[in-house]
């Protein structure tokens, strides 16, 4: 079975033994997986990672005990909870402290031949969304959890700092849903995506100070979050969008005299994504930088490092 190899900083395509689905889980073939920067993190090096990367994706189910799946197009949630646990039986699987994470943690991913993943992760792509957009899923869905934490009212102005992949589709979603969004980005053609879902962008010199009672750092960037609580208003909330690895620099002073909120947020419902991406509101398309064949990965994988580059897709 063909599949893409991290290991040592290098991506190569290696043959490895076809997964066996254990009970529970179904057996798909890939149709399409999306290049995330934790992917490119993954190589680097970050936590310590060896073996085959991939959470993005869309499939088609070639085996499954459920009829419903087989045959059918799916995307997956990533956490594989245990679900015993006292995490899991509060419904908070996504934190189970024994989880595996598909393409990341103790569980192959997605960018092979074949993948596997529990049946109750799977979700059926609607008929009129295109794989295109389906293999969005995910990160849509980390973007949507930031709506299950904080109470966004309509027309409420919500500043999102960064113009990468993650920040484009968490400043569409919240327009998407009736927030006001003010994107802060540095490149036009980039912020000019989100402006096609309603989002106000904005590239300016000096970030406004005090501004905004809800602030999204979406940089990537280690100097983010700095500022994000510069630009959140007295008891405002600074939603924490970025993994940034080693302790970042930041003066508690301003979040305890403004009796600012930080909240972290990681991963999402897909429940929520999908209807999202049923709007075809979303613009998604102009997300897509290239496209590889799964054989190509090593190109795909430094075409998706590239600067200014956005969503990287294999084809399976
Ligand atoms: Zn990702
Ligand atoms: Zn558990």
Request: aromatic content about 4%; hydrophobic content about 40%; proline content about 6%.
């Amino acid at each position: 079975l063909r599949a893409v190899w991290l290991e040592d900083g290098s991506v190569s395509v290696r043959n490895v033994r076809e997964p066996r689905p254990a009970s529970g889980f179904a057996l798909m073939r890939l149709i399409c997986g999306g290049i995330c920067n934790t992917d490119l993190e993954l190589q680097r090096g970050y936590y310590g990672f060896r073996g085959v990367p991939g959470h993005e994706f869309v499939g088609e189910v070639v085996e499954s005990v459920n009829t419903k799946l087989r045959g059918r197009r799916v995307v997956g949630e990533i956490n594989i909870a245990c679900g015993t646990c006292a995490w899991c039986r509060r419904g908070l699987r996504r934190h189970c402290p024994a989880r595996a994470v598909l393409g990341i943690v103790r569980h192959p991913g997605a960018f092979a031949g074949l993948l596997t993943l529990p049946e109750r992760n799977l979700h059926l792509v609607p008929p009129e969304v295109p794989t295109e957009q389906a293999v969005f899923t995910e990160p849509v869905a980390a973007a949507c959890e930031i709506l299950d934490q904080v109470r966004i009212s309509r027309g409420q102005q919500v500043a999102v700092l960064g113009d990468g992949k993650l920040g484009l589709l968490i400043a569409q979603v919240l327009a998407l849903r009736h927030a006001r969004v003010h994107l802060y980005g540095r490149h036009r053609r980039k912020v000019r995506i989100a402006e096609k879902a309603g989002v106000d962008g904005r590239i300016v010199k000096r970030l406004p100070r005090s501004a905004y009672e809800i602030t999204v750092d979406a940089t990537g960037s280690p100097a983010g979050l700095r500022q994000a609580v510069s630009m959140t208003m007295p008891r405002g909330t600074v939603v924490m969008k970025s993994t940034v690895h080693g302790p970042v620099d930041l003066d508690s002073a301003p979040v305890i005299v403004n009796e600012l909120t930080l909240v972290g947020s990681r991963c999402g419902r897909f429940e929520a994504a999908l209807p999202l991406l049923k709007t075809k509101r979303l613009a998604l398309r102009e997300m897509i930088s290239d496209e590889f064949p799964l054989d190509k990965a090593p190109l795909a994988f430094s075409r998706a490092a590239e600067r200014g580059t956005l969503k990287v897709l294999l084809r399976g």
